[in-house]
């Protein structure tokens, strides 16, 4: 049963460096997607996608780059990170995008 | 733009008291989710609720949806430790988007 995965679980990083956050689900869901959580805060969507070679933006797009080759797998890069990035990620999937959404257990990471 | 406001923001409570949180909505719901999320863990969908006035039970969870579709309630009874986490809402928008309430912190003391 390993529904969303999410790796690595907790990355320390320094200003201007970049990295992937990876995410792969085993579901054969269509949609999936990455959110946010600062304290304080409700989830904010960075993207989404709805299928294989589809994706778009959501609420916070800037500084994250993502696509989707195949159906299992939607990475998250950060080009440049930078302090304000500091926060958990979630990576979601769904059958289809008015679908409940099954969530990772998140990526905590640091920018120092 | 939707907004939407838990209250409170934290709980801390005995084990085997009852307690109610609240979820409001600047605008009409159109299709209301609450979420639990244990700490170190992704939010875990509880109910969801579509109808105004639908009321909805999960064992010891009571979920209410108001009338006017702008507000939610959730009551526990008999609250657990088990119970502890933080509670989302959250509301799906005309774009199939997830806007989400910024959650209650809920702690059940045993």
């Known amino acids: 049963n390993a529904g969303v995965t999410q790796t690595p679980k907790f990355q320390v990083l320094k200003t201007g460096q970049s990295m992937t956050l990876q995410c792969a689900q085993d579901m054969n869901h269509e949609y999936m997607s990455w959110y946010r959580q600062d304290p304080g805060m409700g989830l904010r969507l960075i993207h989404y996608s709805v299928g294989a070679g589809i994706t778009d933006q959501g609420e916070v797009p800037n500084g994250y780059n993502v696509s989707r080759s195949t159906t299992e797998d939607f990475p998250l890069r950060l080009l440049s990170a930078a302090p304000s990035q500091t926060s958990v990620y979630f990576c979601a999937s769904s059958l289809g995008v008015d679908q409940p959404q099954h969530f990772g257990d998140g990526t905590r990471l640091s920018i120092l | 733009t939707q907004l939407l406001e838990q209250s409170p923001q934290f709980l801390s409570i005995q084990e085997g008291e009852n307690l109610t949180v609240y979820c409001n909505s600047s605008s009409v719901f159109s299709s209301l989710q609450w979420y639990r999320q244990e700490p170190g863990e992704g939010p875990v969908l509880l109910v969801t609720v579509v109808t105004g006035g639908e009321v909805k039970k999960l064992k010891r969870l009571t979920f209410q949806f108001g009338d006017a579709r702008k507000d939610s309630s959730l009551h526990i009874t008999a609250a657990q430790p088990g119970d502890t986490g933080l509670y989302l809402c959250?509301?799906?928008?005309?774009?199939?988007?997830?806007?989400w309430g910024a959650g209650t912190k809920l702690i059940i003391k045993p």
């Open positions: 959250a509301d799906m928008d005309s774009n199939y988007q997830l806007i």
